[in-house]
């Protein structure tokens, strides 16, 4: 399914982190705490300014980013998890770090 968010909002796959700690330990999935790393799927055309004008977003599509924990929507599609959040939401984008 072709998804386009609307305005300023992002949709976000959000990044799972491995089920092994450094020494080998495998964590089970009630001890985990939910990454808040996500790669960007889709963006909307931006935001509408005072002006009428639109103001494009900074995220890109496959930016790696930081969001808040309580940050945006999680939806289903295409039968996976993901998150509908706006622009706003996001904290930081991560360059340099190759995905797995």
């Not at 089970?28 to 705490?33: G, H, I, L, N, R």
């Amino acid at each position: 399914m072709k998804i386009r968010p609307l305005q300023d909002r992002v949709i976000v796959k959000r990044i799972e982190e491995e089920e092994k700690s450094k020494g080998g330990i495998i964590i089970p999935d009630t001890a985990k705490e939910k990454p808040q790393e996500g790669k960007v799927v889709a963006v909307g055309k931006g935001k509408l300014n005072d002006d009428g004008k639109i103001t494009p977003l900074d995220l890109k599509v496959n930016d790696r980013i930081l969001f808040g924990k309580y940050s945006g929507q999680e939806i289903r599609l295409d039968g996976k998890d993901v998150f509908i959040m706006k622009e706003d939401d996001v904290l930081a984008v991560i360059e340099g770090k190759k995905d797995k």
